[in-house]
T-cell receptor
Framework: EPEVTQTPSHQVTQMGQEVILRCVPI?????FYWYRQILGQKVEFLVS????????KSEIFDDQFSVERPDGSNFTLKIRSTKLEDSAMYFC??????????????FGDGTRLSIL | GDSVTQMEGPVTLSEEAFLTINCTYT??????LFWYVQYPGEGLQLLLK?????DKGSNKGFEATYRKETTSFHLEKGSVQVSDSAVYFC????????????FGSGTRLLVRP
């Protein structure tokens, strides 16, 4: 069964540094998402991406965050200048949206980001 | 805004016990409803879904019925196994919001032999 893959599984970064989290969605999927889960808290939506542009973003997704689909297969999340509170598990998801009904999202195993 | 409320965990059961994890939602429109499961050290896996009222989603012995009148989507299993130990997340998505998922806080299930 095809799956969403995320790299790295664990990223340790100094505060203030830039970090790029990478995701390879399922190949025929059209909609891409990033979520995060701070330890012990609920999974929170960050951003959705379709047709090479952001379709929706949350309040968390401020100017320090950006997403890109550079080559038609990878989907990246960049944090420009990391803060301690960015420490979390980041999940990538993708879905093949049907026209008349909601297709489920498939998640990667996540990247644990630790900011020191 | 839309939200999902789940029962607090952890839920601790003996093997073969009956499981119910309550989930209620608040939505402005007509959402689709999902249960996702997260096993230790892994990502989120779709367990089951329902897209309209009175639909019953089922998978691996788990079931949940979309109840519009009570805005609920409770997860049930007749006989749990040790391998069902995981965190279970109820979630909704709506068509007018890029289908983003809004999750509940998760319920940890621990099944003892």
């Amino acid at each position: 069964e095809p799956e969403v893959t995320q790299t790295p599984s664990h990223q340790v970064t100094q505060m203030g540094q830039e970090v790029i989290l990478r995701c390879v969605p399922i190949s025929n999927h059209l909609y891409f998402y990033w979520y995060r889960q701070i330890l012990g808290q609920k999974v929170e939506f960050l951003v959705s991406f379709y047709n090479n542009e952001i379709s929706e973003k949350s309040e968390i997704f401020d100017d320090q965050f950006s997403v890109e689909r550079p080559d038609g297969s990878n989907f990246t999340l960049k944090i420009r200048s990391t803060k301690l509170e960015d420490s979390a598990m980041y999940f990538c998801a993708s879905s093949e949206r049907g026209r008349f009904y909601n297709q489920p999202q498939h998640f990667g195993d996540g990247t644990r980001l630790s900011i020191l | 805004g839309d939200s999902v409320t789940q029962m607090e965990g952890p839920v601790t059961l003996s093997e073969e016990a009956f499981l119910t994890i309550n989930c209620t939602y608040t939505a402005t429109g007509y959402p689709s409803l999902f249960w996702y499961v997260q096993y230790p050290g892994e990502g989120l896996q779709l367990l089951l879904k329902a897209t309209k009222a009175d639909d019953k989603g089922s998978n691996k012995g788990f079931e949940a019925t979309y109840r519009k009148e009570t805005t609920s989507f409770h997860l049930e299993k007749g006989s749990v196994q040790v391998s069902d130990s995981a965190v279970y997340f109820c979630a909704l998505s709506e068509a007018d919001s890029s289908y983003k998922l809004i999750f509940g806080s998760g319920t940890r299930l621990l099944v003892r032999p």
